[in-house]
């Protein structure tokens, strides 16, 4: 399963953390898996194309962080627009991503 941990601190997002695989599908036929991937790899391109100090992000074997290091509107926007496809993914598969949030 995919966790999405979302970590705010004074209720503001401050860092992402996506951590696993889905397992919906053996290894290249993952429609889950693929989903998480473009929609994470489009939202961060997105935002450095705009200014690369924005946010910074480090990625791991099984685990993806990206670090909003200021918020505007064309970043909350655009990490707002991550999170709510993330949230369709969990409606849609409910056994292979789950969203959780730290405070």
Same mark, same amino acid.
């Given at each position: ?51 690369? @100090? ?32 993330? @949230? ?6 409910? @056994? ?8």
């Amino acid at each position: 399963m995919i966790k999405v941990v979302l970590s705010a601190k004074n209720k503001e997002l401050r860092k992402i953390n996506i951590l696993g695989h889905a397992d919906y599908n053996f290894n290249g036929n993952d429609i889950v898996c693929s989903s998480v991937s473009s929609i994470m790899t489009t939202t961060v391109n997105g935002i450095l194309r705009f200014n690369n @100090k924005y946010i910074s992000y480090q990625e791991k074997k099984d685990d993806f962080e990206i670090v909003i290091n200021e918020h505007n509107e064309i970043v909350d926007n655009l990490i707002e627009n991550m999170i709510d496809l993330f @949230k369709e993914l969990e409606r849609d598969y409910p @056994k292979n991503i789950k969203i959780e949030e730290e405070n």
